[in-house]
């Protein structure tokens, strides 16, 4: 078996897919040999001993033991690096059996936010990220998941910061803390209240622009988008939804999971937003230049109905009419009557615009295709009539246009030459613009987005600097006007920069947004701060407002500042140990944060500290980003932060100031 061991590394190590810097990537032959690729297979295929040991003959086919793969390559003889040595020395598994083997229920924890920082390089974050699927029995989940304690409560508005002694159902609010947890502890107040999910999450591209790696394994990046995809469904209203912004790394595969969570008749569209200009900054040894984003749209149910634009109606076009000049030749036609009228038998003129005229459509392209309209009448019945009818008839087909513009027939004429097959048809006013005092009606949202030059020129939007990854303000007024009204809650969960939540604030929507990143009061918070302004006092009267946001859409929508927000953020408990175990800078730094953890953090159940002190010499023999993973994997993920159900629990020391509000936030209807 030894031998096998040896070859297999040998043959993998061969493949640049399968190593970083020499070194074999088990996690990413592990995912492969889980997906059956044709690559990894391949290459056991080519090693007689391989062959024989993975691949079952059944009815001469070769089927390959997954499962006997895995438990081969999680053998402590494979890949015997000291890391792998270290944690099967301290018994990390169980009796044999590997965790990732067992019929508990698995839970993908996010460590996005709170892992991979931006003063990581891309080649450290490569070789060090941190990102697990932990197996949890079903009531760990259903801890993990209990609302949190919040924290640190401040109100924002135009006279400054505030100490919150009240809360409301209506107020704004910003929270600081990993964004499943935040999520699950808003069910409790806002289920089925929000109108609108806008999130920009991490794209599984590997750029670094938002200040963390946002490069996941790809069936982590799934579950991760599930976890809260799943619990953002239940903060919906009925008649609510959600739109997501991804590039086309992962676009395709989040389509198939949304069709999962939300069902495939709940999908709405996919919008399509260029973000860049073509050729500008190019890199020439691209194969393609990506220019577009995409925005998938989903609704919760039928209920949704989209806002359109509306805009005033144009009559200008509706400049025919029709003379008949005798009763024409009447004929069952396609199951109608057709009143069939030979060139000299009628008339068409130009007149002035007016709304008893006549629209001149060309029955032509897509218009054809679309059922019950006169295009399709002279698709399937009229084009092939000029041998039997003549040239330039018109024919006028009787029961059609009944609920359009109330005239009961439509006009359409036949070729007039013989080499053609087209006709047109003439229409009038829509009844419901014909009896309204203001000539308006709503038009059908495009699926594209030119945003280039938006893009490109709103990172200074808000007041704020975001170099990457930032969306401008135009983007999201345009899916808050056509998703919602007027005091509808909008929520985005990757905050970011905060524009959802500041175009919500000036468009006078109530929001709700979270981040996890230390940057959310430099960022998000500051530009909150800025849209609102300060009182100005000189102009003698209430709300009256200076110095707030004249940037993005403040113009358009003529804001004048004012509002307000609450800021809170989650209780931290085992979160402290992992912010610091993640900023420590040294190996002699980690192991006095080991020996205050012992008796300060919530360990994992499955660790010894007893045996781990033993094994301290190989604990040091470790890289420093190795000995941050050990320890980072051994907190006890279910303790992150503060259950509600315990803030009177005495080791959380939780102030009567934080009990009070809480218990008013999980109280409010």
Request: with cysteine; aromatic share 10%.
């Amino acid at each position: 078996m030894q031998n096998l061991f040896k070859d297999l590394e040998q043959l993998l190590l061969q493949c640049d897919d399968y190593s970083i810097d020499g070194k074999l990537n088990k996690p990413k032959i592990e995912e492969q040999a889980l997906s059956l690729a044709s690559q990894l297979l391949k290459i056991l295929l080519s090693h007689v001993g391989l062959k024989k040991h993975f691949f079952q003959d059944v009815d001469s086919l070769l089927v390959f033991d997954k499962v006997k793969f895995q438990k081969f390559i999680s053998n402590k003889q494979f890949l015997p690096d000291s890391y792998t040595q270290f944690k099967n020395k301290i018994g990390l598994t169980a009796n044999g059996t590997y965790l990732t083997e067992s019929k508990e229920v698995v839970l993908d924890f996010p460590y996005k936010d709170c892992v991979l920082q931006g003063c990581q390089d891309k080649e450290d974050s490569k070789r060090n990220e941190v990102f697990f699927n932990e197996t949890l029995a079903p009531d760990d989940i259903d801890m993990l998941l209990e609302p949190k304690v919040l924290t640190n409560f401040k109100k924002y508005d135009a006279t400054g910061e505030h100490k919150v002694t009240d809360l409301n159902i209506q107020d704004n609010l910003i929270i600081k803390g990993n964004n499943l947890l935040a999520l699950h502890s808003l069910l409790s107040v806002y289920r089925g209240k929000v109108k609108l999910i806008y999130i920009d999450p991490p794209y599984n591209t590997g750029n670094d622009g938002f200040g963390y790696n946002d490069k996941f394994n790809h069936s982590t990046w799934l579950t991760f988008m599930k976890n809260r995809l799943e619990v953002a469904r239940k903060l919906l209203r009925e008649d609510g939804v959600i739109f997501i912004q991804c590039d086309d790394n992962e676009q395709a595969y989040l389509k198939v999971l949304m069709d999962e969570l939300f069902k495939q008749d709940n999908f709405e569209l996919t919008m399509f937003v260029q973000v860049r200009f073509s050729n500008k900054t190019l890199n020439e040894d691209m194969n393609y230049q990506k220019l577009c984003e995409s925005i998938h749209v989903y609704r919760k149910s039928p209920e949704f109905k989209v806002n359109k634009e509306s805009i005033e109606y144009e009559l200008s076009k509706f400049c025919y009419k029709i003379i008949e000049k005798n009763t024409g030749t009447i004929q069952k036609i396609g199951g109608k009557d057709v009143i069939i009228f030979k060139p000299d038998e009628y008339e068409i003129i130009k007149v002035s615009p007016n709304l008893d005229g006549l629209k001149e459509t060309w029955a032509t392209g897509s218009l054809a295709n679309q059922g019950g309209t006169a295009a399709e009448f002279l698709k399937l019945y009229l084009e092939e009539r000029k041998s039997i009818d003549g040239l330039g008839v018109l024919y006028k087909v009787i029961g059609m246009g009944e609920n359009g513009d109330g005239l009961g027939y439509r006009y359409i004429t036949g070729p007039k030459r013989e080499s053609a097959t087209k006709g047109k048809f003439y229409t009038g006013i829509p009844l419901e613009y014909k009896n309204m005092n203001e000539k308006t009606k709503t038009i059908p949202i495009s699926n594209f987005i030119d945003l280039k030059e938006d893009t490109t020129n709103c990172r200074q939007e808000g007041g704020v600097s975001f170099n990457s990854g930032k969306k401008p303000e135009i983007l999201l007024k345009k899916i808050i006007e056509m998703s919602t009204n007027e005091g509808d809650i909008v929520l985005d969960y990757h905050l970011g920069s905060g524009t959802t939540a500041a175009v919500a604030h000036k468009m006078s929507r109530q929001y709700i947004g979270i981040e996890q990143m230390n940057y959310i009061e430099d960022l998000a918070v500051t530009r909150l701060k800025n849209v609102i302004g300060v009182v100005d006092d000189s102009k003698g009267f209430i709300e009256s407002y200076k110095d707030f946001d004249r940037s993005g859409i403040s113009k358009a929508v003529n804001w004048q500042g004012g509002g307000s927000f609450v800021y809170c953020e989650l209780k931290q408990n085992n979160q402290l140990w992992v912010d610091k175990v993640i900023n420590a800078i040294s190996s002699g730094e980690l192991l006095n944060i080991w020996q205050i953890m012992q008796d300060k953090a919530q360990l994992s159940y499955k660790i010894d500290v007893k045996t781990i002190n033993n094994s301290a010499d190989d604990f040091n023999q470790l890289s420093l980003g190795e000995q941050k993973q050990f320890l980072l994997e051994i907190i006890d993920k279910n303790q992150l932060y503060v259950n509600y159900t315990e803030i009177d629990d005495v080791d959380y020391q939780c102030s009567q100031e934080e009990k009070n509000l809480n218990n008013v936030f999980y109280g409010l209807k």
